[in-house]
């Protein structure tokens, strides 16, 4: 066994994690299960959402993710051995009102899983995507006018 190892990771920020990768690589020589569980949501019409807002909701929803998985999959492929899980939601196979940025990451994210899990299939690599339902997510409810506050991580 070894002894945990806590390494702080924004997945949002795409320029670290191919080091994060590279760190937790070194420490432990594999990972066996690598499980993408980081999200952020924001709320509110599209015409409110700036585009910028839609940007960082896909690097963490959509980017973050994959660019961990690719950085990972590569040790688990000379392997022949791994799991991958995405921990994605439910508005990954269907949107809601008011939640436009955030089901189009998780749509892209189920896309990509789908296509990786039917790729890794010959290298013994198990990919699984989970779609919960609602979860309650921290949140501070700011002033209505400030949508960049209202994002949920």
Not at 6 to 21: E, G, M, Q
Not at 67 to 91: D, E, F, H, Y
Not at 92 to 99: D, H, Q, S, T, Y
Not at 118 to 130: L, Q, R
Request: glycine content about 4%; charged content about 20%.
């Amino acid at each position: 066994t070894y002894a945990p190892k806590l390494i702080l990771l924004d997945i949002s920020d795409i320029n670290c994690i191919r080091d994060v990768a590279k760190d937790i690589l070194n420490c432990y020589g594999c990972v066996d299960i690598l499980i993408n569980n980081a999200s952020m949501k924001v709320k509110g019409a599209v015409q409110s959402i700036s585009l910028e807002l839609d940007k960082k909701i896909m690097d963490a929803n959509y980017f973050g993710p994959i660019t961990l998985t690719k950085a990972i999959l590569p040790n688990m492929i000379s392997r022949r051995s791994g799991q991958i899980v995405l921990i994605n939601s439910i508005q990954g196979k269907i949107g809601i009102p008011f939640r436009a940025a955030y089901a189009a990451s998780k749509h892209a994210a189920v896309g990509f899983f789908d296509c990786l899990r039917a790729e890794m299939e010959e290298y013994n690599i198990s990919v699984s995507t989970v779609n919960p339902t609602f979860i309650c997510s921290y949140h501070h409810q700011p002033p209505s006018a400030n949508w960049e506050a209202s994002m949920w991580k």
